[in-house]
């Protein structure tokens, strides 16, 4: 029984890893996965942490979280388990990749909510909301 739930997780893995080599077919145009990294916090961007919970594997830490356009969010892979977590907006304009620490920075240039996820944790949603 074990021997089958570790092929299932490899099998998933490898399609997340392989996804992440992609460019997605969003509304923002797509991104391949960012490496870890980006610029530091500063005027105008806004810092969610992607954290570990207690109650679940992770949660992003706050949301949703209110912006203008141009201005940036930058996620902070604080997950002191060394869990890994993604970054990935459901209309696959960006995607973090599997990341355990660092920073993944995007800028949003257009009005509305931006919904993303975790792909490896299903319970960890979180909102954008672009004014």
Same mark, same amino acid.
């Given at each position: 029984?074990?021997? =089958?739930?570790? #092929?299932?997780?490899?099998?998933?893995?490898?399609?997340?890893?392989?996804?992440?080599?992609?460019?997605?077919?969003?509304?923002?145009?797509?991104?391949?996965?960012?490496?870890?990294?980006?610029?530091?916090?500063?005027?105008?961007?806004?810092?969610?942490?992607?954290?570990?919970?207690?109650?679940?594997?992770?949660?992003?830490?706050?949301?949703?979280?209110?912006?203008?356009?141009?201005?940036?969010?930058? =996620?902070?892979?604080?997950?002191?388990?060394?869990?890994?977590?993604?970054?990935?907006?459901?209309?696959?304009?960006?995607?973090?990749?599997?990341?355990?620490?660092?920073?993944?920075?995007?800028?949003?240039?257009?009005?509305?909510?931006?919904?993303?996820?975790?792909?490896?944790? #299903?319970?960890?949603?979180?909102?954008?909301?672009?004014?």
């Amino acid at each position: 029984m074990n021997v =089958w739930k570790m #092929a299932i997780v490899a099998a998933g893995s490898a399609l997340v890893l392989g996804a992440c080599g992609s460019s997605g077919g969003g509304t923002g145009g797509g991104t391949s996965c960012a490496p870890t990294g980006g610029s530091s916090s500063g005027s105008g961007t806004t810092v969610v942490k992607v954290v570990s919970d207690p109650n679940t594997v992770g949660k992003f830490d706050p949301t949703p979280v209110t912006v203008t356009a141009g201005q940036s969010v930058e =996620w902070d892979f604080a997950d002191s388990s060394g869990t890994p977590h993604t970054v990935t907006a459901n209309d696959n304009s960006f995607d973090s990749c599997s990341q355990t620490s660092g920073k993944f920075v995007v800028t949003f240039s257009k009005a509305g909510d931006v919904q993303y996820h975790c792909t490896l944790h #299903a319970q960890m949603l979180g909102t954008v909301k672009v004014s």
